[in-house]
């Protein structure tokens, strides 16, 4: 998988503390992954690690989540 075509995208991302967040994509940790997925109750995480901005303009660091 490619990540770099996220960049520019809105995402949520979920952090190491297992907050969600959502923003636009500003980074892609690795360029290429193979993807893995984990479903968890209220949705499915990644191994697709990502930077993104908030509305706020802060950016934080996490993987992609789904849900």
Known sequence: MDTNDLLGHKVTIRTSD???VTGKVVQVSDSRI?????????????NVRLTVKDNEGIELTGTLFEG
């Open 18 to 20: 297992f907050s969600k």
């Open 34 to 46: 193979l993807l893995d997925m984990i479903k968890h109750e209220s949705g499915v995480e990644t």
